[in-house]
Protein backbone atom coordinates (compact mmCIF):
# COMPACT_ATOMS: atom_id res chain seq x y z
CA UNK A 1 0.00 0.00 0.00
CA UNK A 2 2.89 2.50 0.74
CA UNK A 3 4.68 1.50 -2.51
CA UNK A 4 1.14 2.79 -4.41
CA UNK A 5 0.83 6.05 -2.52
CA UNK A 6 4.82 6.36 -3.34
CA UNK A 7 4.00 5.67 -6.87
CA UNK A 8 1.14 8.51 -6.91
CA UNK A 9 3.11 11.03 -5.75
CA UNK A 10 5.90 10.19 -7.98
CA UNK A 11 3.51 10.76 -10.64
CA UNK A 12 2.44 14.05 -9.49
CA UNK A 13 5.91 14.99 -8.47
CA UNK A 14 6.85 14.60 -11.92
CA UNK A 15 3.76 16.12 -13.58
CA UNK A 16 4.58 19.05 -11.55
CA UNK A 17 1.60 18.72 -8.81
CA UNK A 18 3.86 19.05 -5.52
CA UNK A 19 0.90 19.65 -3.41
CA UNK A 20 -0.98 16.24 -4.76
CA UNK A 21 2.66 14.75 -4.32
CA UNK A 22 3.20 16.02 -0.88
CA UNK A 23 -0.40 14.23 -0.06
CA UNK A 24 0.21 10.98 -1.27
CA UNK A 25 4.04 11.10 0.17
CA UNK A 26 2.36 11.88 3.45
CA UNK A 27 -0.29 8.96 3.42
CA UNK A 28 2.68 6.83 2.22
CA UNK A 29 4.51 7.73 5.26
CA UNK A 30 1.77 6.90 7.92
CA UNK A 31 1.70 3.07 6.03
CA UNK A 32 5.43 3.24 6.09
CA UNK A 33 7.43 5.44 9.06
CA UNK A 34 10.46 4.41 8.57
CA UNK A 35 10.89 4.46 5.21
CA UNK A 36 13.55 7.16 4.72
CA UNK A 37 13.01 7.23 0.98
CA UNK A 38 9.54 8.67 1.72
CA UNK A 39 11.25 11.31 3.94
CA UNK A 40 13.50 12.62 0.92
CA UNK A 41 10.93 12.63 -1.58
CA UNK A 42 8.93 15.19 0.64
CA UNK A 43 11.03 16.87 1.08
CA UNK A 44 11.89 17.68 -2.70
CA UNK A 45 7.83 18.35 -2.90
CA UNK A 46 8.34 20.73 -0.48
CA UNK A 47 11.38 22.69 -1.51
CA UNK A 48 9.40 23.28 -4.89
CA UNK A 49 6.87 25.16 -3.55
CA UNK A 50 9.32 27.15 -1.04
CA UNK A 51 8.14 25.35 1.90
CA UNK A 52 11.31 24.92 2.97
CA UNK A 53 11.24 24.96 6.98
CA UNK A 54 8.85 21.55 6.19
CA UNK A 55 11.24 20.43 3.66
CA UNK A 56 13.98 20.55 6.61
CA UNK A 57 12.11 18.81 8.94
CA UNK A 58 11.91 15.82 6.44
CA UNK A 59 15.65 16.04 5.26
CA UNK A 60 16.46 15.80 8.47
CA UNK A 61 14.47 12.77 9.29
CA UNK A 62 15.82 11.22 6.42
CA UNK A 63 19.38 11.24 7.38
CA UNK A 64 18.55 10.45 10.71
CA UNK A 65 17.19 7.09 9.56
CA UNK A 66 19.81 5.93 7.05
CA UNK A 67 22.98 8.29 8.04
CA UNK A 68 24.97 6.75 4.71
CA UNK A 69 22.78 7.59 2.44
CA UNK A 70 24.06 10.69 -0.13
CA UNK A 71 20.77 11.55 -1.25
CA UNK A 72 19.73 12.58 1.86
CA UNK A 73 22.46 15.32 2.83
CA UNK A 74 21.34 16.55 -0.80
CA UNK A 75 17.68 17.31 0.23
CA UNK A 76 19.22 18.39 3.54
CA UNK A 77 21.82 21.02 2.00
CA UNK A 78 19.07 21.91 -0.40
CA UNK A 79 16.74 22.96 2.43
CA UNK A 80 19.39 24.66 4.48
CA UNK A 81 19.98 26.80 1.17
CA UNK A 82 16.53 27.90 0.59
CA UNK A 83 16.20 28.74 4.27
CA UNK A 84 19.44 31.11 3.64
CA UNK A 85 21.38 29.09 6.14
CA UNK A 86 24.65 28.82 4.26
CA UNK A 87 27.14 27.41 6.34
CA UNK A 88 24.66 24.40 7.23
CA UNK A 89 23.99 23.86 3.57
CA UNK A 90 28.02 23.62 2.84
CA UNK A 91 28.13 21.08 5.64
CA UNK A 92 25.22 18.90 4.52
CA UNK A 93 26.75 18.71 1.19
CA UNK A 94 30.38 17.86 1.87
CA UNK A 95 28.99 15.00 4.10
CA UNK A 96 27.09 14.00 1.49
CA UNK A 97 29.96 13.78 -0.64
CA UNK A 98 32.59 12.05 2.13
CA UNK A 99 29.84 9.34 1.43
CA UNK A 100 29.57 9.60 -2.31
CA UNK A 101 32.66 11.36 -3.30
CA UNK A 102 31.36 11.31 -7.35
CA UNK A 103 27.80 12.76 -6.99
CA UNK A 104 27.11 15.45 -9.22
CA UNK A 105 24.08 16.64 -7.64
CA UNK A 106 25.90 17.39 -3.83
CA UNK A 107 28.98 19.13 -6.34
CA UNK A 108 26.73 21.45 -7.98
CA UNK A 109 24.64 22.04 -4.71
CA UNK A 110 28.15 22.62 -3.16
CA UNK A 111 29.46 24.87 -5.58
CA UNK A 112 25.92 27.18 -5.20
CA UNK A 113 26.12 26.94 -1.27
CA UNK A 114 29.70 28.07 -1.09
CA UNK A 115 28.89 30.95 -3.70
CA UNK A 116 25.54 32.19 -1.52
CA UNK A 117 28.25 31.90 1.41
CA UNK A 118 31.07 33.88 0.12
CA UNK A 119 27.87 36.59 -1.35
CA UNK A 120 26.33 36.40 2.28
CA UNK A 121 29.80 37.63 3.67
CA UNK A 122 30.83 40.26 0.71
CA UNK A 123 31.33 44.13 1.56
CA UNK A 124 27.65 45.02 2.00
CA UNK A 125 28.02 43.20 5.59
CA UNK A 126 26.57 39.50 6.23
CA UNK A 127 24.53 40.91 9.02
CA UNK A 128 20.30 41.21 8.65
CA UNK A 129 19.72 44.73 7.29
CA UNK A 130 17.16 44.85 10.16
CA UNK A 131 18.85 43.79 13.02
CA UNK A 132 19.41 47.55 14.69
CA UNK A 133 15.28 47.62 14.26
CA UNK A 134 15.31 45.08 17.02
CA UNK A 135 18.24 45.79 19.27
CA UNK A 136 17.71 46.72 22.80
CA UNK A 137 15.00 47.56 24.98
CA UNK A 138 13.78 50.28 22.39
CA UNK A 139 12.33 47.30 20.81
CA UNK A 140 9.82 46.67 23.22
CA UNK A 141 8.94 50.15 23.95
CA UNK A 142 7.52 50.54 20.35
CA UNK A 143 5.95 47.85 19.94
CA UNK A 144 4.08 48.71 23.40
CA UNK A 145 3.95 52.33 22.12
CA UNK A 146 1.99 51.49 18.60
CA UNK A 147 -1.63 50.75 19.16
CA UNK A 148 -1.32 48.29 16.44
CA UNK A 149 1.46 45.86 18.19
CA UNK A 150 0.85 46.98 21.94
CA UNK A 151 -2.15 43.84 22.07
CA UNK A 152 0.49 41.42 20.56
CA UNK A 153 2.66 41.50 23.50
CA UNK A 154 0.07 39.95 25.72
CA UNK A 155 0.30 36.90 23.16
CA UNK A 156 3.67 34.49 24.59
CA UNK A 157 4.15 33.18 20.68
CA UNK A 158 4.93 36.17 19.16
CA UNK A 159 6.74 37.66 22.43
CA UNK A 160 9.05 34.15 22.13
CA UNK A 161 8.89 34.83 18.25
CA UNK A 162 10.26 38.51 18.61
CA UNK A 163 12.66 37.39 21.55
CA UNK A 164 14.54 34.71 18.82
CA UNK A 165 14.68 37.73 16.48
CA UNK A 166 16.43 39.91 18.73
CA UNK A 167 18.89 36.71 19.53
CA UNK A 168 19.43 36.36 16.18
CA UNK A 169 18.13 39.01 13.72
CA UNK A 170 18.93 36.33 10.60
CA UNK A 171 15.71 34.18 12.31
CA UNK A 172 13.67 37.32 10.71
CA UNK A 173 13.30 34.89 7.64
CA UNK A 174 11.65 31.88 9.84
CA UNK A 175 8.60 34.28 10.87
CA UNK A 176 7.85 36.72 8.32
CA UNK A 177 4.37 34.76 6.80
CA UNK A 178 3.22 35.47 10.32
CA UNK A 179 1.09 39.26 9.84
CA UNK A 180 1.90 39.55 13.21
CA UNK A 181 5.53 40.14 12.68
CA UNK A 182 5.36 41.86 9.17
CA UNK A 183 3.08 44.32 11.50
CA UNK A 184 5.94 44.26 13.92
CA UNK A 185 8.64 44.93 11.64
CA UNK A 186 6.69 47.83 9.79
CA UNK A 187 6.45 50.08 13.30
CA UNK A 188 10.14 49.23 13.77
CA UNK A 189 10.80 50.85 10.46
CA UNK A 190 8.86 53.43 11.04
CA UNK A 191 6.47 52.54 7.55
CA UNK A 192 4.04 50.97 7.00
CA UNK A 193 3.99 47.72 4.94
CA UNK A 194 0.88 47.68 3.01
CA UNK A 195 0.81 50.98 1.91
CA UNK A 196 -1.94 52.86 -0.37
CA UNK A 197 -1.08 54.75 -2.96
CA UNK A 198 -2.72 58.33 -4.28
CA UNK A 199 -4.34 57.60 -7.85
CA UNK A 200 -4.75 60.99 -8.70
CA UNK A 201 -3.75 64.41 -8.29
CA UNK A 202 -6.12 65.51 -6.00
CA UNK A 203 -6.63 62.50 -4.26
CA UNK A 204 -7.66 63.33 -0.68
CA UNK A 205 -6.74 61.88 3.03
CA UNK A 206 -9.48 59.12 3.98
CA UNK A 207 -11.21 60.34 6.95
CA UNK A 208 -10.37 59.68 10.23
CA UNK A 209 -12.65 56.37 11.35
CA UNK A 210 -14.76 56.28 13.89
CA UNK A 211 -13.21 55.90 17.59
CA UNK A 212 -14.48 52.71 18.75
CA UNK A 213 -17.19 52.69 21.75
CA UNK A 214 -15.90 51.80 24.76
CA UNK A 215 -16.96 48.01 25.83
CA UNK A 216 -19.87 49.16 28.16
CA UNK A 217 -21.55 50.62 25.81
CA UNK A 218 -21.23 47.96 23.14
CA UNK A 219 -22.84 45.73 26.45
CA UNK A 220 -25.55 48.06 26.92
CA UNK A 221 -26.64 48.30 23.29
CA UNK A 222 -25.96 44.00 22.95
CA UNK A 223 -29.80 42.97 22.00
CA UNK A 224 -30.60 40.03 24.39
CA UNK A 225 -30.47 36.91 23.72
CA UNK A 226 -33.87 35.42 22.21
CA UNK A 227 -35.57 32.37 24.16
CA UNK A 228 -34.90 28.90 22.22
CA UNK A 229 -38.30 27.68 21.12
CA UNK A 230 -39.86 24.62 23.08
CA UNK A 231 -39.51 21.42 21.61
CA UNK A 232 -42.17 20.50 18.83
CA UNK A 233 -44.57 17.08 19.13
CA UNK A 234 -44.35 14.70 16.57
CA UNK A 235 -46.14 15.40 13.75
CA UNK A 236 -48.51 13.08 11.38
CA UNK A 237 -46.04 13.52 8.85
CA UNK A 238 -42.87 12.27 10.93
CA UNK A 239 -44.83 9.36 12.10
CA UNK A 240 -45.74 8.41 8.44
CA UNK A 241 -41.91 8.76 7.31
CA UNK A 242 -40.93 6.53 10.45
CA UNK A 243 -43.30 3.53 9.42
CA UNK A 244 -41.94 4.32 5.69
CA UNK A 245 -38.69 3.40 6.65
CA UNK A 246 -39.49 0.35 8.92
CA UNK A 247 -41.00 -1.36 6.30
CA UNK A 248 -38.38 -0.52 3.56
CA UNK A 249 -35.93 -2.09 6.26
CA UNK A 250 -38.77 -5.41 6.42
CA UNK A 251 -38.67 -5.38 2.31
CA UNK A 252 -34.83 -5.27 2.27
CA UNK A 253 -34.81 -7.96 5.07
CA UNK A 254 -37.19 -10.23 2.15
CA UNK A 255 -34.59 -8.90 -0.60
CA UNK A 256 -31.40 -10.06 1.56
CA UNK A 257 -33.19 -13.80 2.38
CA UNK A 258 -34.46 -14.25 -1.48
CA UNK A 259 -30.47 -13.56 -2.66
CA UNK A 260 -29.76 -15.86 -0.47
CA UNK A 261 -31.71 -18.72 -1.88
CA UNK A 262 -30.47 -17.33 -5.43
CA UNK A 263 -34.34 -16.09 -5.89
CA UNK A 264 -32.90 -12.89 -7.86
CA UNK A 265 -36.53 -11.91 -9.69
CA UNK A 266 -38.14 -11.97 -5.93
CA UNK A 267 -34.99 -9.98 -4.62
CA UNK A 268 -35.00 -7.31 -6.84
CA UNK A 269 -38.84 -6.59 -6.48
CA UNK A 270 -38.18 -6.35 -2.99
CA UNK A 271 -35.28 -4.05 -3.16
CA UNK A 272 -37.32 -1.84 -5.78
CA UNK A 273 -39.73 -1.55 -3.37
CA UNK A 274 -37.26 -0.36 -0.11
CA UNK A 275 -36.31 2.12 -2.61
CA UNK A 276 -39.86 3.42 -3.33
CA UNK A 277 -40.51 3.72 0.54
CA UNK A 278 -37.46 5.30 1.00
CA UNK A 279 -35.03 6.62 -1.18
CA UNK A 280 -32.25 8.24 1.80
CA UNK A 281 -30.80 4.93 2.38
CA UNK A 282 -28.50 3.81 -0.68
CA UNK A 283 -28.23 0.51 0.32
CA UNK A 284 -30.66 -0.91 -0.92
CA UNK A 285 -29.58 0.79 -4.47
CA UNK A 286 -26.17 -1.53 -3.74
CA UNK A 287 -28.48 -4.34 -3.22
CA UNK A 288 -30.28 -4.56 -6.06
CA UNK A 289 -27.07 -3.86 -8.44
CA UNK A 290 -25.53 -6.79 -6.46
CA UNK A 291 -28.49 -8.73 -8.02
CA UNK A 292 -28.00 -7.54 -11.25
CA UNK A 293 -24.62 -8.59 -11.10
CA UNK A 294 -25.22 -12.24 -10.20
CA UNK A 295 -27.84 -12.08 -13.26
CA UNK A 296 -25.35 -10.93 -15.40
CA UNK A 297 -27.18 -7.83 -16.59
CA UNK A 298 -24.12 -5.49 -15.68
CA UNK A 299 -25.77 -2.24 -17.39
CA UNK A 300 -28.53 -2.34 -15.15
CA UNK A 301 -25.89 -3.00 -12.56
CA UNK A 302 -23.63 -0.29 -13.62
CA UNK A 303 -26.95 2.27 -13.67
CA UNK A 304 -27.69 1.39 -10.07
CA UNK A 305 -23.97 2.03 -8.55
CA UNK A 306 -23.97 5.04 -10.51
CA UNK A 307 -27.49 6.13 -8.52
CA UNK A 308 -26.61 4.51 -5.49
CA UNK A 309 -23.26 6.92 -6.02
CA UNK A 310 -24.89 10.32 -7.36
CA UNK A 311 -27.19 9.72 -4.15
CA UNK A 312 -24.92 9.10 -1.89
CA UNK A 313 -23.53 12.26 -2.81
CA UNK A 314 -26.16 14.28 -2.02
CA UNK A 315 -27.15 12.66 1.47
CA UNK A 316 -23.09 12.53 2.43
CA UNK A 317 -23.69 8.95 3.10
CA UNK A 318 -20.57 6.81 4.38
CA UNK A 319 -17.63 6.72 2.13
CA UNK A 320 -17.87 2.77 2.63
CA UNK A 321 -21.15 3.00 0.77
CA UNK A 322 -20.18 4.71 -2.06
CA UNK A 323 -17.08 2.96 -2.23
CA UNK A 324 -19.15 -0.21 -2.59
CA UNK A 325 -21.13 1.25 -5.09
CA UNK A 326 -18.08 2.07 -7.06
CA UNK A 327 -16.69 -1.46 -6.69
CA UNK A 328 -19.76 -2.98 -7.70
CA UNK A 329 -19.46 -0.97 -10.69
CA UNK A 330 -15.55 -1.78 -11.54
CA UNK A 331 -16.94 -5.71 -11.08
CA UNK A 332 -19.41 -4.91 -14.11
CA UNK A 333 -16.99 -3.39 -16.18
CA UNK A 334 -14.47 -5.71 -15.74
CA UNK A 335 -17.11 -8.44 -16.41
CA UNK A 336 -17.76 -6.83 -19.82
CA UNK A 337 -14.17 -5.90 -20.89
CA UNK A 338 -12.91 -7.72 -24.52
CA UNK A 339 -10.13 -5.62 -24.80
CA UNK A 340 -7.43 -4.02 -22.38
CA UNK A 341 -8.78 -0.43 -23.13
CA UNK A 342 -11.88 -1.51 -21.77
CA UNK A 343 -10.03 -2.60 -18.44
CA UNK A 344 -8.76 0.49 -18.00
CA UNK A 345 -12.35 1.94 -17.34
CA UNK A 346 -12.79 -0.89 -14.74
CA UNK A 347 -9.35 0.15 -13.25
CA UNK A 348 -10.32 3.81 -12.56
CA UNK A 349 -13.22 3.04 -10.99
CA UNK A 350 -11.67 0.65 -8.75
CA UNK A 351 -9.00 3.02 -8.17
CA UNK A 352 -11.87 5.38 -7.15
CA UNK A 353 -13.15 3.36 -4.73
CA UNK A 354 -10.31 3.09 -3.29
CA UNK A 355 -9.61 6.42 -2.82
CA UNK A 356 -13.31 6.72 -1.06
CA UNK A 357 -12.28 3.53 1.31
CA UNK A 358 -9.24 1.27 1.36
CA UNK A 359 -10.82 -2.63 1.47
CA UNK A 360 -8.98 -5.27 0.33
CA UNK A 361 -11.60 -6.68 -1.95
CA UNK A 362 -11.40 -3.55 -3.67
CA UNK A 363 -7.63 -3.78 -3.77
CA UNK A 364 -7.86 -7.20 -4.90
CA UNK A 365 -10.13 -6.85 -7.67
CA UNK A 366 -8.10 -3.95 -9.09
CA UNK A 367 -4.69 -6.22 -8.75
CA UNK A 368 -7.05 -8.88 -10.98
CA UNK A 369 -7.95 -6.36 -13.35
CA UNK A 370 -4.18 -4.83 -13.98
CA UNK A 371 -3.53 -8.01 -14.38
CA UNK A 372 -5.83 -9.00 -17.06
CA UNK A 373 -5.38 -6.08 -19.53
CA UNK A 374 -1.89 -6.64 -18.97
CA UNK A 375 -2.33 -9.87 -20.63
CA UNK A 376 -4.56 -8.78 -23.27
CA UNK A 377 -2.28 -6.27 -23.69
CA UNK A 378 0.42 -8.48 -24.13
CA UNK A 379 -2.25 -10.39 -27.03
CA UNK A 380 -2.95 -7.43 -28.92
CA UNK A 381 0.48 -6.51 -28.87
CA UNK A 382 1.46 -9.61 -31.08
CA UNK A 383 1.10 -7.96 -35.06
CA UNK A 384 3.28 -9.43 -37.56
CA UNK A 385 3.07 -5.93 -39.45
CA UNK A 386 4.45 -4.01 -36.58
CA UNK A 387 6.81 -6.56 -36.56
CA UNK A 388 7.78 -5.45 -39.71
CA UNK A 389 8.18 -1.56 -38.26
CA UNK A 390 10.19 -2.59 -35.77
CA UNK A 391 12.37 -4.28 -38.10
CA UNK A 392 12.72 -1.34 -39.80
CA UNK A 393 13.60 0.49 -36.51
CA UNK A 394 16.65 -1.99 -35.49
CA UNK A 395 18.49 -0.75 -39.38
CA UNK A 396 17.88 2.88 -38.25
CA UNK A 397 19.54 2.43 -34.82
CA UNK A 398 22.28 0.27 -36.61
CA UNK A 399 22.53 3.89 -38.70
CA UNK A 400 23.07 5.26 -35.87
CA UNK A 401 25.58 3.14 -35.11
CA UNK A 402 27.62 3.89 -37.29
CA UNK A 403 27.41 7.53 -36.79
CA UNK A 404 28.60 6.86 -33.70
CA UNK A 405 32.00 5.62 -34.91
CA UNK A 406 32.39 8.46 -37.47
CA UNK A 407 31.03 11.50 -34.98
CA UNK A 408 31.66 9.82 -31.61
CA UNK A 409 29.59 9.02 -28.67
CA UNK A 410 27.99 12.44 -27.89
CA UNK A 411 25.91 12.51 -30.76
CA UNK A 412 24.31 8.97 -29.69
CA UNK A 413 24.32 9.98 -26.08
CA UNK A 414 22.23 13.39 -27.52
CA UNK A 415 19.68 11.01 -29.81
CA UNK A 416 19.06 8.41 -26.86
CA UNK A 417 18.39 11.49 -24.32
CA UNK A 418 16.04 12.77 -26.82
CA UNK A 419 14.32 9.45 -27.24
CA UNK A 420 14.01 9.09 -23.26
CA UNK A 421 12.40 12.80 -22.98
CA UNK A 422 9.87 11.86 -25.55
CA UNK A 423 8.82 8.78 -23.19
CA UNK A 424 8.74 10.91 -20.32
CA UNK A 425 11.53 9.21 -18.64
CA UNK A 426 13.23 12.04 -17.46
CA UNK A 427 16.14 10.70 -14.98
CA UNK A 428 17.31 8.17 -18.22
CA UNK A 429 17.23 11.09 -20.14
CA UNK A 430 18.87 13.24 -17.93
CA UNK A 431 21.77 10.60 -18.03
CA UNK A 432 22.40 10.82 -21.21
CA UNK A 433 22.63 14.37 -21.56
CA UNK A 434 25.37 14.54 -18.89
CA UNK A 435 27.04 12.12 -20.72
CA UNK A 436 26.50 14.45 -24.21
CA UNK A 437 27.73 17.16 -22.00
CA UNK A 438 30.64 15.64 -21.03
CA UNK A 439 32.18 14.64 -24.63
CA UNK A 440 30.78 17.57 -26.19
CA UNK A 441 30.75 20.74 -22.88
CA UNK A 442 30.57 23.33 -25.74
CA UNK A 443 27.02 22.41 -26.88
CA UNK A 444 24.31 24.26 -25.53
CA UNK A 445 21.35 22.30 -27.10
CA UNK A 446 22.48 19.36 -24.51
CA UNK A 447 22.55 22.14 -21.64
CA UNK A 448 18.83 23.34 -22.87
CA UNK A 449 17.21 19.63 -23.26
CA UNK A 450 18.94 18.53 -19.77
CA UNK A 451 17.42 22.04 -18.02
CA UNK A 452 14.02 21.05 -19.99
CA UNK A 453 14.66 17.11 -17.67
CA UNK A 454 15.52 19.18 -14.71
CA UNK A 455 12.50 21.28 -14.69
CA UNK A 456 10.29 18.11 -15.52
CA UNK A 457 11.75 16.32 -12.01
CA UNK A 458 11.27 19.89 -10.23
CA UNK A 459 15.06 20.46 -9.47
CA UNK A 460 14.66 24.11 -10.41
CA UNK A 461 18.12 24.99 -9.08
CA UNK A 462 19.89 22.65 -11.55
CA UNK A 463 17.44 23.35 -14.21
CA UNK A 464 18.58 27.27 -14.08
CA UNK A 465 22.18 26.74 -13.85
CA UNK A 466 21.98 24.50 -17.43
CA UNK A 467 19.88 27.45 -18.88
CA UNK A 468 22.29 30.07 -18.28
CA UNK A 469 24.72 27.66 -19.20
CA UNK A 470 23.16 27.59 -22.41
CA UNK A 471 22.80 31.30 -23.22
CA UNK A 472 26.38 31.70 -22.11
CA UNK A 473 27.19 29.14 -25.27
CA UNK A 474 25.22 30.74 -27.06
CA UNK A 475 23.14 34.16 -26.96
CA UNK A 476 21.35 33.91 -29.70
CA UNK A 477 19.67 30.54 -28.84
CA UNK A 478 16.44 31.45 -27.83
CA UNK A 479 15.41 27.68 -26.68
CA UNK A 480 17.93 28.79 -23.75
CA UNK A 481 16.17 31.64 -22.76
CA UNK A 482 12.64 29.74 -22.91
CA UNK A 483 13.97 27.23 -20.68
CA UNK A 484 15.29 29.85 -18.03
CA UNK A 485 12.28 31.31 -17.97
CA UNK A 486 10.27 28.72 -17.42
CA UNK A 487 12.69 27.50 -14.34
CA UNK A 488 11.95 31.59 -13.00
CA UNK A 489 8.35 31.53 -13.41
CA UNK A 490 8.17 27.95 -11.44
CA UNK A 491 9.91 29.41 -8.68
CA UNK A 492 7.72 32.35 -9.00
CA UNK A 493 10.43 34.72 -9.62
CA UNK A 494 8.14 36.63 -12.33
CA UNK A 495 9.73 39.87 -12.85
CA UNK A 496 12.85 38.10 -13.40
CA UNK A 497 10.95 35.20 -15.74
CA UNK A 498 9.37 38.31 -17.22
CA UNK A 499 12.86 39.79 -18.23
CA UNK A 500 14.68 37.07 -19.27
CA UNK A 501 11.63 36.19 -22.08
CA UNK A 502 12.09 39.97 -23.30
CA UNK A 503 15.95 39.21 -23.74
CA UNK A 504 15.18 36.20 -25.96
CA UNK A 505 12.67 38.27 -28.09
CA UNK A 506 15.43 40.34 -28.57
CA UNK A 507 17.09 37.70 -31.17
CA UNK A 508 13.47 35.81 -32.15
CA UNK A 509 11.02 38.94 -32.14
CA UNK A 510 7.84 36.40 -33.50
CA UNK A 511 8.73 34.02 -31.14
CA UNK A 512 5.11 32.20 -29.52
CA UNK A 513 6.57 30.43 -26.78
CA UNK A 514 8.77 33.54 -25.55
CA UNK A 515 6.10 36.16 -26.15
CA UNK A 516 3.11 33.39 -24.50
CA UNK A 517 5.68 33.49 -21.49
CA UNK A 518 5.74 37.27 -20.99
CA UNK A 519 1.90 37.45 -21.19
CA UNK A 520 1.42 34.42 -18.47
CA UNK A 521 4.47 36.93 -16.19
CA UNK A 522 2.26 40.32 -16.74
CA UNK A 523 -0.89 37.96 -15.45
CA UNK A 524 0.93 37.06 -12.53
CA UNK A 525 2.38 40.19 -11.98
CA UNK A 526 -1.15 42.09 -12.23
CA UNK A 527 -2.84 39.80 -9.90
CA UNK A 528 -0.56 41.00 -7.73
CA UNK A 529 -0.64 44.52 -8.13
CA UNK A 530 -4.72 43.89 -8.15
CA UNK A 531 -4.82 42.77 -4.74
CA UNK A 532 -6.41 39.48 -6.40
CA UNK A 533 -3.65 36.89 -4.27
CA UNK A 534 -5.18 34.93 -1.85
CA UNK A 535 -4.22 35.71 1.81
CA UNK A 536 -1.43 32.43 1.67
CA UNK A 537 -0.47 33.79 -1.50
CA UNK A 538 0.21 37.16 -0.12
CA UNK A 539 2.00 36.02 2.70
CA UNK A 540 3.91 33.57 0.41
CA UNK A 541 4.89 36.61 -1.88
CA UNK A 542 5.91 38.77 0.74
CA UNK A 543 8.03 36.09 2.76
CA UNK A 544 9.80 35.64 -0.74
CA UNK A 545 9.85 39.00 -0.78
CA UNK A 546 11.41 39.76 2.54
CA UNK A 547 14.08 37.74 2.05
CA UNK A 548 15.19 39.38 -1.31
CA UNK A 549 18.54 41.86 -0.67
CA UNK A 550 16.87 44.09 -2.89
CA UNK A 551 13.91 44.28 -1.41
CA UNK A 552 15.97 44.74 1.55
CA UNK A 553 17.97 47.46 0.62
CA UNK A 554 14.90 49.14 -0.80
CA UNK A 555 13.47 48.99 2.99
CA UNK A 556 16.24 50.25 4.88
CA UNK A 557 17.10 53.17 2.73
CA UNK A 558 16.32 56.48 4.39
CA UNK A 559 15.06 58.19 1.42
CA UNK A 560 12.58 54.89 0.40
CA UNK A 561 11.35 55.00 3.57
CA UNK A 562 10.69 58.64 3.71
CA UNK A 563 8.78 57.60 0.30
CA UNK A 564 6.46 55.27 1.70
CA UNK A 565 5.68 57.74 4.48
CA UNK A 566 4.83 60.47 2.11
CA UNK A 567 2.46 57.82 0.21
CA UNK A 568 0.28 57.44 3.07
CA UNK A 569 0.34 60.89 4.94
CA UNK A 570 1.55 63.54 1.89
CA UNK A 571 -0.16 63.22 -1.37
CA UNK A 572 1.39 66.48 -2.77
CA UNK A 573 4.37 65.11 -1.65
CA UNK A 574 4.02 61.80 -3.23
CA UNK A 575 2.15 63.11 -6.73
CA UNK A 576 6.14 64.50 -6.83
CA UNK A 577 7.98 61.08 -6.41
CA UNK A 578 5.79 59.54 -9.13
CA UNK A 579 7.57 61.74 -11.33
CA UNK A 580 10.68 60.54 -10.07
CA UNK A 581 11.33 56.82 -12.64
CA UNK A 582 14.19 55.64 -10.26
CA UNK A 583 12.08 56.04 -7.46
CA UNK A 584 8.50 54.52 -9.08
CA UNK A 585 10.64 51.07 -10.07
CA UNK A 586 11.72 50.57 -6.72
CA UNK A 587 8.04 51.42 -5.75
CA UNK A 588 7.16 48.76 -8.32
CA UNK A 589 9.39 46.39 -7.15
CA UNK A 590 7.25 46.59 -3.88
CA UNK A 591 4.23 45.96 -5.30
CA UNK A 592 5.36 43.01 -6.99
CA UNK A 593 6.75 41.37 -3.92
CA UNK A 594 3.44 41.93 -2.12
CA UNK A 595 5.06 44.25 0.48
CA UNK A 596 3.21 47.28 -1.03
CA UNK A 597 -0.74 46.77 -2.14
CA UNK A 598 -2.48 49.23 -4.82
CA UNK A 599 -6.01 49.79 -3.72
Not at 101 to 129: F, I, T, V, W, Y
Not at 250 to 274: C, L, M, P, R, V
Not at 496 to 512: C, I, S, V, W
Request: with cysteine; glycine share 6%.
Amino acid sequence: MADEAKAKGNAAFSAGNFTDAITHFTEAINLSPTNHVLYSNRSAAYASIGKYSDALSDAQKTVDLKSDWAKGYSRLGAAHLGLHHYDEAVSAYKKGLEIDPNNEALKSGLSDAQAAQARSRGPASSANPFGDAFSGPEMWAKLTADSSTRAYLNQPDFVNMMKDIQKNPNNLNLYLKDQRVMQALGVLLGVKLSTRMPEEEDAEMPEPSPERKRPAEEEKKRPEPEPEPEPMEVGEEEKEIKERKAKAQKEKEAGNAAYKKKDFETAIQHYSKAIELDDEDISFITNRAAVYLEMGKYEDCIKDCDQAVERGRELRSDFKMIARALTRKGTALAKMAKSSKDFEVAIEVFQKALTEHRNPDTLKKLNDAEKARKELEQQEYFNPQIADEEREKGIFFLMLSELFYSYGANFLHYVAGNQFFKEMKYPEAVKHYTESIKRNPKDPRAYSNRAACYTKLAALPEGLKDAEKCIELDPTFVKGYTRKGAVQFFMKEYEKAMETYQEGLKHDPQNQELLDGVKRCVEQINRGSRGDLTPEELKERQAKGMQDPEIQNILTDPVMRQVLTDFQENPKAAQDHMKNPLVMNKIQKLINAGIVQVK
